[in-house]
């Protein structure tokens, strides 16, 4: 059989075995090992799943994935989160909708300190929801605003998602953590101007909350202080050059443990949740990145990825037509795949491609990554959408996406400007040493 043929069934069957329900970890190793013993022998394989393995867990880039995890966990797990949203509402609580603003700032401070949407949307969640019910916010509003924030965690540093991407395209992770700030504090400002807006018009949308005196604002910023001194060092170590990524988790980390220990928060019981919590989300990106290792290297052997360059790259069709095709795709694989699986699954084709082309490959991982955004709130299957229902059963699915329109159309509205302005992902970056 000619090797491209084969290597088009192989993708075929993977997506097949995704679309029947089979996790993405599994479906990517299941494909690519068994494409590898056809191609390399069985003895081979088993070699060459071995080396990959350890590869990736030694990888000292990818240290960094647990330990934004674990940094996360403890933010969650000790209520450093909850000082985060007090701080906010109290400062900004006062405004039109102050609520869902105070939502959309604490989900992008919760975001620096874990990467994670689904965190930040679940916490979110559970502690804002109630509220917002008590000063009967419109369920379309605080749902929507809600889901919708979350995806502010996996841009605005540090990225887990944009971790994976540097490992895999060989891209530096300062730059690319770097390159996401702009582009995440403008989405943030603009969630926070379309929420205003829209409650000034109909004060029914959500009502401003109350006024709080200097001395509890002034209460709320000390006993948060420490958290942003942490974050703090941690993006201007790596944005002056005094520490890698990898560093910088560890010492964000540690920062917290020391930080939630000196607040009298740290117990055995919170320490242990913790650490479980995050041993089992890094194992879930380990193995999708391991089936994804395994897929890539089988793919390069039936030259399927270097077809497909040629191709696109011997058609006479804009470049941004391309980039426009890339962003209906991740639309529509996020229906079925959450952020990992699109980010392991498409970059063996997609990122050969964009090189060819030529993109930046740091501005493309932040036009990749607020794709990947949209996608968790766009329907049918937006994964911050069904997060947000475990913590408002009684809102339709339906209702929380209408909800989320306003912001969807805020999202696309920031990408068209990253394309068409690279300078605001890459400007920054370029002035790192």
């Known amino acids: 059989m000619d090797p491209i043929i084969a290597g088009v069934i192989a993708v075929f069957v993977m997506l097949a075995l995704i679309f029947i329900g089979v996790p993405i970890a599994f479906a990517l190793a299941v494909v690519g090992v068994v494409g590898n013993a056809v191609f390399l022998g069985v003895p081979q394989t088993a070699v060459l799943v071995q080396i990959t393995a350890w590869e990736i867990g030694t990888n000292f880039l990818l240290i960094a994935v647990p330990l934004f995890i674990f940094m996360g966990q403890l933010v969650y797990q000790t209520g450093i989160a909850s000082d985060l949203f007090d701080f906010v509402y109290k ?9 869902a603003v105070t939502v959309v700032i604490t989900s992008a401070g919760f975001g620096a300190v874990t990467g994670s949407s689904v965190a930040a949307v679940s916490t979110m969640g559970t502690m804002v929801m109630p509220e917002m019910r008590k000063y009967k916010y419109n369920l379309r509003m ?5 889901a919708s924030a979350g995806t502010l965690a996996i841009l605005i540093p540090p990225s887990i998602p944009l971790v994976i991407y540097g490992v895999w395209t060989e891209s530096s992770i300062g730059k690319l953590f770097i390159a996401g700030i702009i582009p995440g504090v403008l989405m943030a400002a603009a969630f926070c101007g379309m929420i205003v807006v829209r409650c000034v018009l109909n004060r029914e949308m959500g009502p401003p909350g109350p006024r709080f005196p200097w001395s509890e604002r002034l209460a709320s910023l000390k006993k948060l202080l420490p958290t942003a001194v942490i974050f703090g060092v941690v993006l201007g170590g790596i944005y002056g050059g005094f520490f890698t990524p ?19 928060r740290l117990t055995w019981a919170r320490l ?7 041993g089992l989300i890094s194992a879930m990106v380990f193995a999708i990145l391991l089936g ?8 390069v052997q039936t030259d ?11 058609q006479d069709v804009n470049r941004y037509v391309v980039i426009f095709m890339f962003a209906l795709m991740y639309l529509t694989l996020g229906a079925v ?3 990992f699986g699109m980010l392991i699954l498409t970059l063996p084709f997609v990122f050969p491609i964009v090189l060819e082309l030529g993109f930046d490959r740091i501005w493309f991982g932040i036009f990749m990554t607020m794709m990947m955004e949209l996608a968790l709130i766009t329907p049918p299957i937006g994964l911050n959408v069904y997060v947000m229902n ?11 996406f209408i909800g989320t329109i306003p912001f969807v159309i805020a999202c696309l509205i920031m990408v068209a400007l990253i394309t068409a302005f690279p300078g605001l992902a890459l400007w920054l970056p370029s002035t790192m040493g």
């Open 91 to 99: 400062w900004f609580g006062r405004m039109p909708g102050g609520l």
């Open 246 to 264: 990898t560093e910088a988790s560890a010492i964000g980390a540690a920062g917290v443990v020391v930080v939630a220990a000196l607040m009298g």
């Open 272 to 278: 242990r949740d913790s650490l479980f919590q995050s």
């Open 337 to 339: 795949l959450d952020t």
């Open 304 to 314: 399927v990825t270097s077809a497909l360059v040629q191709f696109i790259g011997g």
């Open 142 to 146: 605080a749902t929507g605003s809600l």
């Open 292 to 299: 994804g290792v395994l897929l890539s290297r089988f793919l």
């Open 390 to 400: 475990k913590s408002a059963p009684d809102v339709p699915l339906s209702e929380i």
